[in-house]
Each structure stands twice: as structure tokens, then as C-alpha cells.
């Protein structure tokens, strides 16, 4: 028997078209291409009939195309580009501005223009109201005719790609996407010949699939990108032969219609990149709405280009580590949609690129459903945003321009998602899963000589060192599946704060270049301090004694060789967090290190700050301490109170652990001994603090060197609790001392949050005796609530490995009622939602040099 598409299946049933016993497939390709052509016969005489309102009448005003939604570029630049007047693209602009198309839509253009003029339509300049409609309306209908021709290709060319599927051409056929944005240019021209392309790969002819996408890069860039995936499958495959006959005739056909313009007319040639490497964030991107919303992107190709090569990285890591080797169309799907996704602009018609390969790469109706909503909703926005017909008075932010642009990107974004989810669980891909064993897959109908190949043996043995169970193939021993998540949850938390760096950094108001302004959005606040430390000593500013010297020695030795400071901390802070997160992990479980991971202030995880090494060296001391080992436990304590003053409190904590947990002997006088046996071992940190302070005396002569620097520059001196909260609530309260500086103000209300949050833990820990921990914590919680004001709570709550070891606990109980259980999953899902985005913004605060504790 054969699957149905659920979504089909409702649809069905809605109008009465419920399979019967005796329903079997069409006899040939033949028959569904015929419905698949008709269908789309009639969605485009329906486009045309929409169109009809945007076409020239002689004596009459222009036509309102916005508010008629019918805008097209085809009879704006007929006129505005001087083919009116007989003018050739790229070789005789006139007086008219260049034609800032590839090559290739260029001569197609020309192409439809000779056709135009041989129909009979007026030509050349000076043309009367009558003969200048009729001139660029002919012009439109010649247009329309062979873009409907080229419409049909891609129909035909997606009916006999699949060939157990050829239904899935309809959803080229009926798309909306079609109605709403095929005749606003000639994108079909390149979308025909990259979906002719694909077929000619799938019908193994890589020498004509070559030929087929090059000229349609010569009329787009985006099949240039189909190639990267294309070589890893080759290479991962061992078809690498056959990836350079593909490339050899891709060169030659883009050189072929690229020569002749950029001999005869260089200038006009390179039009289309200057245009497109000059220009701003525009319609339809990210950074569009970014310019709107008052905070634009500067140095925007270095961002984009930075974050497409990320993406590309990513497609090339799935292509190469995927247990399963994914299916071409997946992967150009993938790699196209990362380059909509972070480009310059986005216009309507964009559109048309990605559906065919999301019928490829993914041909479920339900998913298509969601994309033409969002695309369909984004189209009329657009329309309406330039017509002005949604912005509010007083020349308001356009807020549902907005909306609909985010909506786009997060539909799209959340279709490569499922894609990749695919790739990944190949269980989970309508093509490879579509049948009704799942042990019988299609490998790749549309892979041409990779259908069916086997990887190369060297492939093979690089994704088994690297470790098969990060791409979700079976586990190569116990717990690798949590470790593969633990893996994916750094990569993708850090890359949150990597995004965050990029963006704050094209924001900033600068010109020295965007490398010097990275690494001035990475120097900030105490990163000055330790990196001044390393340079010039403690002398040079007496408030850095504040600061222990372990991080500013780390970054002097590597300073010696000549490692830039902020890469050399940069380094230690994210070995440091991964070193912190498999303690974790050892002693709470993979849920433990996970939320570690994505707590608000992970920022401090990344930078050059003391609080990824104070946790590698604090929790696996606290971890070996637990083992028993004590003598691991004194030198990792010592490691760590080099870093921070909370080195005390991690004695002070792991001096109760010695006399509390699991003391040998049965006399008074055998645990007595055990207990100095594990004690001795913490004056190696207790000798490390000493030094530090003995060292200070020696620079200034006193013994409170280390209490006055932090005296003069945070001011903390000793207060009453009380007094400490009061000094709080003045700059926490909204509308406060900090309203003019955006953010501060919550900083210091998550400063309250935090120190409650420390409190109750301290009492959940001394109500479940686990007296160490709560000396650990308690004794950090009221060292700030005894200062002048609450401050620097937040970054602490990156020390108390207890918060997190009671976390694991809470995910890990499973409430008895069904409705205790969804609470509990609703709390566990909202926490981790609100603190990836508390992350994100902690972050940018941090970049972009506001106060973030």
C-alpha cells in the first residue's frame, strides 16, 4: 500500500474525495503532468487577470500598482531602462541608467524586446501616450507569454523529478507564491534552469547539469550555491569526477554569456555586483527592519557575508557528518534558504527560488501550506508598506511591515530546521520514509551517480573519530547521546552570543574598521582591567589589586609570544566553560550542564573574564572532593582561588564537605584523622589567597589592600543587609537614578532577583542537610548582601553549581497527576525559552558597553 499525506488526507475528506478501495495511481507521468500543466494554466490566467490593472492605458493616470498589488518591474523597466527607445542592455544605455541585472536576464531581456519590436509594437524615443502604452504593454504580454512557458518547464521538470511522488509537482502548480509574485520580474528564467539543472543531475548527466546552472547563475546568483553541497556529497561519496565534469561546463556556459559584456562593456557588466555590494539593508531583510526600527547595521556585507559563511558551514557540517549521507535537494534547499535568510534584501519574487527545492527537500503540504501564508502575508505587506496604506499617523513606526518580515524569516527559518531534522532522522523525510516498510528508503531520487553510492572509506573513518553520535548515529558508548545534546547545546548557545557580538559590532558608530570594533565590544568593563594587569602590573591603577592575578598571568605568558590579550582569554574562557560543563555534568547529569549552559549571564562564560576558569577549577575540585580524591580537590582549589576571592568560600564550603561527607572510621579518633586528612589538603588554596595578600602588602605596605581597592572602586564596604537592599531599589525602581541609560535598571532588578534566588537555594540546601553547599552559597550571599548595595549577584549565580545540581533535580522528577506533569513542562520550557532570550540580550548589553554586572 502507499502513504497519504495527512494534510492531504483532511483536505480530502473536507471535500468528499475519501480514497476508496478501488483508488490506484495514474498509469503514467504523462497523465499528472497534464493535470499538473492544466492547473497551472489556470493560476496563470488568474495572475494575468490580476495584472490587468497595472497595464498602461493611453491618457490615463498611472496606475496605482501598490494598492492594486499588481506591481511589476517588466513595464517599469521597459520604459525606465531605455528598451523603449531600442536600447541594448549593458552595450547602449543611453541616457538611462544601467541595467543592474546578471548577464544573462540582460540578453534574455534583449531577447524579449526583438520579439516585442517583431510583433509590431512602436520602438525608439519620443513615443506619444498611445504608442508608449502600447509599445511597453506588447512588451508585457511578450513577457508574460514565454515566463508562462518557463512556468510550465518547472511544473514538468518537478512531476518526473520524483518519480513515486509526481503529485508533488502540483505544489509548484497551485502555489499562491505564483499568482502573487511570478510576473514581477523574469525570475523564472533562472528558477527553470536550475530546476532543468537538477534533472539533468538526477538523469545522471552531469555535463549538461553543469551547462544548465551555470546559465542560471549568469541569470542569478543563487545557483552558485547549489555547487557547495554538491562537492561534499561528491567527495563524501567518492563521485568527485563527476562534481568536475559538473563544474567545467558551469564555468564555461557563465563565461559564455559573461564574455561579451565584460569585453564589449565592463563598466555596465560590473553594475550588478557594485549594485548589490553598495547597497543597504533593503526590503524584505532582517536588517531592513533593523533601519527602521532605528538601530541600523553598519559594515552590512561584513555581517552578512560573515553570517552566510556560518551557515554554509553548518549545511557543510550536515553534509559531511549526517549518519545517513543527505539527499541532494535537502542540502541546496538548506544553503539557499541560509543565503534568503541573511541577505541584503528580499524581494517578493524571492520566493520563487526556494519553493521548487522545498518540493524537493521536503514535500509535505502542510509545511508548503505554512510557507505560502507567511509569503502570501509578507506580499501584501509589502505592497502595503510601500503604498503607505498600513503605516499609522504621524509617521509611526510601521510596526505590521515588521511582523510580516519576522514571520517570513522565522516560517523559513523553521522549515531549514525541519529539513535538517531530516537529514539528521531520516526516518522523518517524506521522500526517503515514504513508504510503507521504512526499511525499503529511497536513497536520493534526485542525487543522479550519488543515488545509491556508498561513502568513501576515508569519509567513513573521519565521522567515526570525530564521533558518530553527534549526528545522531548510534551511541559508540554509554551516555554519548546526552553528550552529543550537551555538544549541540554549547554550539548553539555560544553561537547565540557570537550573533550577538556581530550585531552590536555593526551597529556601533565607528569607523576604525569592524575587526578593531570586535575587539573593542570584547574589552569591556573588568576585560580592561585584566588585560591593564597583564601590561603594566597592579601599580599602574591601584583599584586593580581588586582582581586576582590568575587570568592577567595566563594572558602575560601568551602576551610574551605574541597573542593578542582578548584572543588568549577569549580561549581560556571557552575551554574553561567546557571543562565547567563536564564537571557538571559528572555530578548532576546532562540537565545540570545544560541549563549551566544557557544561564542569562553565559556572556561572562565567553569573554575574557575570571568565571569560566573559577568554574572549571571550583566544580571539578567540588567533584573530586565527592570521589574522595582530596588531594585533586586542594590542587583544583588552589587553581581556582588564584582566579577569584571566591576561592574563600569554596574552602570555606569544601572544609564542611571534609568534615561532613562519608567520614571513615569507626572510633572518634579514625574519623577525627580522616577528617585532617582531607583539611590539610586545603591550605594549597588557603596558601594561594595568603600569597596574593602578602604580595599586596608588599606593593603598598598594607594588609587591606585588596578590601581598600574594592572600597574605592565598587564600593563595597560593610553595611547591614537591609541598608544593602534599600541602596538597591533606588536605581531598580522604573523611572530610577539609571533611566537614561537603557537596561541598567534591570540589571539591578535581576540583582534583587538573583540574591533572592541565592537565599532560598542556601535554605533548600540547610533544609536537606547538604551543609556544604549552603556554606558555599550562603556564605557568597551574604558577603553581597553585606556590601554597599547589591551588585555583581548575577554573574554569580555562574558559580553555585548547587542552583544547578537542584535544577537537574526538579526537570528529572516526574510529577504523579497528568496536570502537575504539563505544569511541570510548561515551567521547564518557559525557563528555557526566557533564559535563552535573557542570554541574547545579556549579551548585547555586554557588546555594546552598557552595564551588565
Known amino acids: ?44 490566467l488568474y495572475t494575468m487577470w490580476r495584472q490587468l490593472p497595472c497595464m498602461l492605458t493611453p491618457g490615463a493616470e498611472a496606475p496605482d500598482a501598490f494598492g492594486a498589488r499588481c506591481y511589476t518591474d517588466v513595464t517599469v523597466l521597459y520604459g525606465g531602462r531605455g528598451l523603449l527607445d531600442g536600447n541594448t542592455p549593458y552595450l547602449d544605455a543611453g541616457d538611462y541608467p544601467a541595467f ?26 519620443g513615443l506619444d501616450g498611445n504608442d508608449y502604452a502600447t509599445a511597453t504593454n506588447t512588451f508585457a504580454a511578450v513577457s508574460f507569454t514565454v515566463t508562462f512557458a518557463l512556468l510550465l518547464a518547472i511544473v514538468v521538470a518537478h512531476v518526473v523529478l520524483t518519480p513515486n511522488r509526481p503529485w508533488d509537482g502540483l505544489m509548484i502548480a497551485v502555489a499562491p507564491a505564483v499568482v502573487l509574485t511570478g510576473a514581477i520580474n523574469w525570475d523564472f528564467l533562472p528558477v527553470a534552469l536550475t530546476s532543468l539543472g537538477i534533472l539533468a543531475w538526477a538523469r545522471r548527466s552531469p555535463l549538461l547539469a553543469g551547462a544548465l546552472l551555470g546559465l542560471g547563475m ?34 564555461a556556459a557563465w563565461l559564455v554569456c559573461n564574455l561579451p559584456a565584460m569585453l564589449l562593456a565592463p563598466d555596465a557588466w560590473r553594475n550588478f555586483w557594485e549594485f548589490n555590494s553598495e547597497r543597504e539593508g533593503d526590503f524584505g531583510s532582517l536588517w531592513y527592519v533593523f533601519k527602521l526600527a532605528g538601530f541600523p547595521v553598519h559594515d552590512l556585507n561584513t555581517v552578512w557575508t560573515l553570517l552566510f559563511v556560518i551557515g554554509c558551514a553548518i549545511v557543510a557540517g550536515l553534509a559531511f557528518f549526517a549518519p545517513t549521507r543527505p539527499r541532494f535537494a535537502q542540502l541546496a534547499f538548506l544553503v539557499v534558504s541560509a543565503f534568503l535568510l541573511v541577505n541584503k534584501v528580499y524581494s517578493p519574487q524571492y520566493v520563487l527560488w526556494l519553493l521548487p527545492l522545498l518540493v524537493l527537500a521536503r514535500p509535505k503540504w ?35 511591515y515588521w511582523l510580516a518580515t519576522l514571520l517570513r524569516l522565522a516560517v523559513q527559518l523553521a522549515l531549514s530546521v525541519l529539513v535538517a531534522r531530516d537529514i539528521l532522522r531520516p526516518a522523518h523525510d517524506p521522500i526517503r520514509a515514504g513508504r510503507t516498510n521504512l526499511d525499503e528508503w529511497t536513497d536520493d531520487p ?58 552590536a559590532v555593526a551597529g556601533a558608530e565607528s569607523d576604525r574598521g569592524f575587526m578593531a570594533e570586535m575587539v573593542t565590544s570584547l574589552s569591556h568593563w573588568d576585560v580592561e582591567h585584566f588585560v591593564g594587569i597583564a601590561q603594566n602590573g597592579y601599580l599602574a591603577d591601584s583599584k586593580t589589586m581588586a582582581f586576582f592575578p590568575g587570568l592577567s598571568m595566563v594572558l602575560k605568558v601568551f602576551m610574551v609570544v605574541g597573542v593578542p590579550p582578548v584572543v588568549t582569554g577569549i580561549a581560556v574562557a571557552t575551554v574553561s566553560a567546557v571543562l565547567a560543563a563536564w564537571a557538571l555534568y559528572r555530578m548532576g547529569g546532562v540537565w545540570a550542564a545544560g541549563l549551566w549552559l544557557i544561564v542569562p549571564t553565559a556572556v561572562f562564560t565567553t569573554v575574557p573574564y575570571t568565571e569560566a576558569p573559577f568554574c572549571a577549577f571550583a566544580f571539578w575540585a567540588w567533584q573530586r572532593a565527592r570521589a574522595g580524591r582530596w588531594w585533586q580537590a586542594g590542587l583544583l582549589a588552589a587553581g581556582a582561588s588564584a582566579f577569584r576571592v571566591s576561592g574563600l568560600f569554596l574552602i570555606a564550603g569544601l572544609g564542611i564537605l571534609a568534615l561532613t561527607h562519608e567520614v571513615a572510621g569507626r572510633s572518634i579518633a579514625e574519623r577525627l584523622a580522616c577528617m585532617v586528612r582531607r583539611a590539610v589538603w586545603l591550605l594549597l588554596p588557603a ?111 555562574l558559580l553555585w553549581f548547587p542552583l544547578w545540581l537542584v535544577a537537574a533535580e526538579f526537570v528529572r522528577h516526574r510529577p504523579r497527576s497528568d496536570a502537575a506533569l504539563a505544569g511541570h513542562r510548561v515551567a521547564i520550557g518557559t525557563w528555557i525559552v526566557l533564559s535563552l532570550i535573557l542570554m541574547s540580550w545579556w549579551a548585547d548589553m555586554f557588546f555594546r558597553g552598557q552595564w551588565a554586572s
Request: some cysteine; proline content about 5%.
Open 1 to 44: 500500500m502507499r502513504t497519504i499525506d495527512p494534510f492531504v488526507r483532511v483536505i480530502g475528506r473536507a471535500v468528499g474525495a475519501v480514497p476508496g478501495r478501488h483508488e490506484r495511481r495514474p498509469e503514467s507521468l504523462a497523465n499528472v503532468a497534464g493535470v499538473a500543466v492544466l492547473a497551472a494554466t489556470i493560476m496563470w
Open 100 to 125: 543592474e541585472y546578471p548577464v544573462l536576464t540582460g540578453w534574455f531581456v534583449e531577447l524579449l524586446r526583438i520579439i516585442t519590436v517583431a510583433v509590431g509594437a512602436p520602438v525608439g524615443p
Open 218 to 251: 549568469a541569470a542569478k546568483l543563487y545557483p552558485l550555491f547549489i555547487l557547495g553541497p554538491l562537492l561534499i556529497l561528491c567527495l563524501r561519496s567518492r563521485r568527485i569526477e563527476d562534481f568536475l565534469r559538473t563544474l567545467a561546463t558551469f564555468v
Open 366 to 400: 502542510r509545511e508548503w501550506a505554512l510557507y505560502m501564508v507567511a509569503e502570501a502575508l509578507y506580499v501584501y505587506a509589502i505592497w502595503a508598506h510601500l503604498g503607505g496604506k498600513i503605516s499609522p499617523p504621524g509617521d509611526g513606526a510601521d510596526r505590521l
Open 446 to 503: 534526485h542525487g543522479g551517480t550519488l543515488d545509491g553510492a556508498q561513502d568513501a572509506a576515508w569519509a567513513t573513518a573521519v565521522r567515526r573519530r570525530v564521533n558518530d553520535a553527534i549526528s545522531g548515529a548510534e551511541p559508540l558508548i554509554a551516555g554519548v547521546h546526552e553528550v552529543r545534546w550537551l555538544i549541540g547545546t554549547f554550539v548553539v548557545t555560544r553561537g547565540m552570543i557570537v550573533l550577538a557580538l556581530v550585531l
Open 687 to 797: 596558601a594561594v589567597i595568603a600569597a596574593y595578600l602578602i604580595y599586596l602588602h608588599g606593593l603598598t605596605g598594607s594588609w587591606t589592600a585588596w578590601f581598600e581597592a574594592q572600597q574605592e572602586g565598587w564600593v563595597r564596604g560593610w553595611h547591614w543587609p537591609w541598608q544593602s537592599v534599600m541602596n538597591t531599589l533606588p536605581p531598580a525602581e522604573f523611572g530610577g537614578m539609571y533611566h537614561d541609560q537603557p537596561g541598567w535598571g534591570w540589571m539591578f532588578r535581576f540583582e534583587l532577583v538573583s540574591t533572592a534566588v541565592g537565599l532560598v537555594l542556601t535554605g533548600f540546601l540547610a533544609a536537606r542537610r547538604r551543609w556544604a553547599e549552603a556554606t558555599f552559597v550562603g556564605l557568597q550571599v551574604i558577603a553581597f548582601m553585606t556590601s554597599y548595595w547589591l551588585f555583581s549577584v548575577n554573574r554569580a549565580t
